[in-house]
């Protein structure tokens, strides 16, 4: 029985289902549209189209995008509650260096001329006021540093790397956009002068004006 590619196929969702299965373990070893077209040809008793294939592939996308949005979220969700255990520990360990040094020392009572009967020990407490240890702080700024980094709470950051007043070339970092699964938006060149920018429009350089 051969296999028209010009004729619709009407796959059942089982089908539907297993073929999605069939595209994404070879898309992810590199195969290209027209290899899968003959791959899942070699597998089933109907053939796809490329534009079926394309399409197909264009779903498992937008399935792996939700995915790793999700899979962003609860990985935050983690780091997050880590620092902040992390950073309770330290709070409370900060106190307690705070806490007054109490130590005890046992001193013998009596001298030599008293009889054994009358000597003893004493113990001697000495009380002293503590200031906190600054190591607790700095880890502390460091969790909330790290924080602020993973949530991208600080401003974009603008480092001018070369060219002079007229046409400067300045490196521009966004902060963490959430809707993006990729991570922090990835930096980018512009270049002052007459408009020239590279790799933004010219409605995005207007963001960032030269100095």
Do not use: C
């Not at 597998?43 to 899979?71: C, F, N, T």
């Not at 255990?85 to 046992?106: F, G, V």
């Not at 001018?160 to 809707?179: H, I, S, T, W, Y």
Request: net charge positive; glycine share 6%.
């Amino acid at each position: 029985m051969s296999k028209d590619p010009s004729k619709k196929n009407k796959r059942s969702e089982t089908q539907k289902a297993a073929d999605l299965a069939l595209i994404e373990h070879w898309h992810i070893q590199g195969k290209t549209e027209r290899e899968l077209v003959v791959m899942i040809a070699d597998q089933r008793p109907y053939r796809l189209s490329q534009s079926q294939v394309h399409a197909d592939l264009m779903k498992l996308k937008k399935v792996w995008m939700a995915e790793a949005i999700v899979s962003r979220t609860e990985a935050v969700a983690s780091e997050l509650k880590g620092l902040k255990a992390q950073e309770d520990e330290l709070w409370a360990a900060w106190h307690k260096s705070k806490l007054d040094a109490t130590t005890k020392t046992a001193e013998k009572a009596g001298d030599d001329s008293d009889s054994k009967s009358k000597r003893g020990t004493k113990t001697k407490v000495t009380v002293e006021g503590q200031t906190g240890e600054a190591a607790y702080m700095r880890l502390i700024l460091d969790i909330r540093q790290t924080r602020r980094e993973l949530l991208g709470l600080d401003l974009p950051k603008e480092l001018k790397l070369l060219g002079d007043a007229e046409n400067p070339l300045v490196m521009v970092q966004a902060p963490f956009n959430p809707e993006d699964v990729t991570g922090p938006a990835p930096k980018k060149l512009l270049t002052g002068g007459h408009g020239a920018e590279t790799g933004v429009d010219k409605s995005e350089a207007k963001l960032h004006p030269r100095p």
